[in-house]
């Protein structure tokens, strides 16, 4: 039970930091220890189905997908000023939250099922809108790295449409 409080207090510090300190589009935690977490823009994506967070980071000729968080929408209220829980499953088998970690040259890195953490979007939102918010999760066994890590962030940008095309 003192670990659960104690869990609770550290996400609830972090949810801080990455509204308060860390900048309009920034990224932090202690996957830091894993790949860096320099972004140089964010781009959100959004459609009926999903929200969609892509941190990328230019190095060079090269252009890292820091991390991708991608929540699936389904049974939540995405309204601004609304949280979302990012842990679980929208239904059996099918991850409410996935993230991934592409560096240039490298394969695709996915990171553990999110154990605790939650998004806010504080305006916008929708295709068109200038959307802002952030969010914050620690991350349970699993995937290929991060296991047991935590990541927060905080996002500011011209929602895009997520939809599929004609």
Same mark, same amino acid.
């Given at each position: 039970?003192?670990?659960?409080?104690?869990?609770?207090?550290?996400?609830?510090?972090?949810?801080?930091?990455?509204?308060?300190?860390?900048?309009?589009?920034?990224?932090?935690?202690?996957?830091?220890?894993?790949?860096?977490?320099?972004?140089?823009?964010?781009?959100?994506?959004?459609?009926?189905?999903?929200?969609?967070?892509?941190? =990328?980071?230019?190095?060079?000729?090269?252009?890292?997908?820091?991390?991708?968080?991608?929540?699936?929408?389904?049974?939540?209220?995405?309204?601004?000023?609304?949280?979302?829980?990012?842990?679980?499953? =929208?239904?059996?088998?099918?991850?409410?939250?996935?993230?991934?970690?592409?560096?240039?040259?490298?394969?695709?890195?996915?990171?553990?099922?999110?154990?605790?953490?939650?998004?806010?979007?504080?305006?916008?939102?929708?295709?068109?809108?200038?959307?802002?918010?952030?969010?914050?999760?620690?991350?349970?066994?699993?995937?290929?790295?991060?296991?047991?890590?935590?990541? =927060?962030?905080?996002?500011?940008?011209?929602?895009l449409d997520g939809g599929f095309g004609p």
């Open positions: 039970m003192i670990w659960r409080r104690r869990s609770i207090a550290i996400l609830a510090v972090l949810v801080a930091l990455a509204a308060g300190c860390g900048g309009d589009n920034s990224l932090g935690g202690s996957v830091s220890e894993l790949f860096p977490l320099d972004v140089s823009r964010v781009e959100v994506r959004r459609n009926a189905e999903a929200v969609q967070v892509s941190y =990328y980071n230019n190095r060079g000729a090269d252009i890292d997908l820091v991390a991708r968080v991608t929540v699936a929408l389904q049974g939540i209220d995405s309204r601004p000023g609304k949280k979302i829980d990012l842990s679980g499953e =929208y239904q059996p088998g099918h991850l409410r939250t996935t993230v991934i970690h592409l560096a240039w040259g490298e394969p695709p890195r996915n990171l553990p099922p999110v154990k605790r953490g939650d998004m806010t979007i504080s305006s916008g939102g929708n295709p068109g809108e200038s959307t802002r918010g952030n969010f914050s999760m620690s991350f349970d066994q699993g995937g290929d790295i991060g296991a047991g890590r935590t990541l =927060y962030g905080s996002f500011s940008s011209a929602a």
